[in-house]
């Protein structure tokens, strides 16, 4: 059965980062894309980018491309998301999903909530 | 970017009655894919590659369209069914969601 089970909920101060993860199990980690989604409070899905796992080669939308950093360690099946310069814009929660071969976001973790406070 | 608008944004639906949601796209795609989302949980895979009833979803569920237009209908809503839908595409070089449309019942 494929899992994806993500850290737990931060808070973060206005500035800093912080770095989530998403623990892949249930298949080969190198096999599928991982897809970061964000979902800010009572708002829908933003696509924020994807990591091969395999090569570590990474997209990200246009708009988090200075916000997102992501990565993955195959020896753990661990991938991350970084997110720096913290505002209020990024309090949020953050998904991992995977995506198969038709472009769908088929697993996703359970979310992590991430809040931007002083 | 591809950008889908999806009507209505809310409803409210009796049990029973025939359920139509669309999500119209801003340029052609060749799919459309459907999450279900309740409140607190995480978006689940509804329909996808237009028409396809992920695992475990019910057969009144359904997906159609082409081009720029699609929809997901409910045969006959029923109380479960009380949910935010989203469609999702991926043909450009991004992926994209709908707004969504929050389903309540009546």
């Known amino acids: 059965e494929v899992q994806l089970q993500q850290s737990g909920p931060e808070v973060g101060r206005p500035g800093s980062s912080v770095k989530i993860s998403c623990k892949a199990s249930?298949?080969?980690?190198?096999?599928?894309?991982m897809n970061w989604v964000k979902q800010s409070p009572g708002q829908g899905l933003e696509w924020i980018g994807w990591?091969?796992?395999?090569?570590?080669?990474?997209d990200y939308a246009e708009k988090f491309k200075k916000k997102a950093t992501l990565t993955a360690d195959t020896s753990s099946s661990t991938a991350y998301i970084q997110l720096s310069s913290l505002t209020s814009e990024d309090t949020a929660t953050y998904f991992c999903?995977?995506?198969?071969?038709?472009?769908?976001?088929?697993?996703w973790g359970q979310g992590v909530m991430v809040t931007v406070s002083s | 970017e591809i950008v889908l608008t999806q009507s209505p944004t809310t409803m409210a639906a009796s049990p029973g009655e025939k359920v139509t949601i669309t999500c119209r796209a801003s340029?052609?795609?060749?799919?459309m894919h459907w999450y279900q989302q309740k409140p607190g949980a995480s978006p689940k895979p509804w329909i996808y590659?237009?028409?396809k009833l992920a695992s475990g979803v019910p057969n009144r569920f359904s997906g159609s369209g082409s081009g720029t237009s699609y929809s997901l209908t409910i045969s006959s809503m029923e109380t479960e069914d009380t949910a935010t839908y989203y469609c999702q595409q991926w043909s450009s070089n991004s992926p994209t969601f709908g707004a969504g449309t929050k389903l309540e019942l009546k």
């Open positions: 990591i091969d796992p395999e090569y570590g080669s990474t």
């Open positions: 999903a995977l995506t198969g071969s038709s472009y769908y976001f088929d697993y």
């Open positions: 340029s052609s795609v060749s799919y």
């Open positions: 249930g298949y080969t980690f190198t096999d599928y894309v």
């Open positions: 590659d237009t028409s």
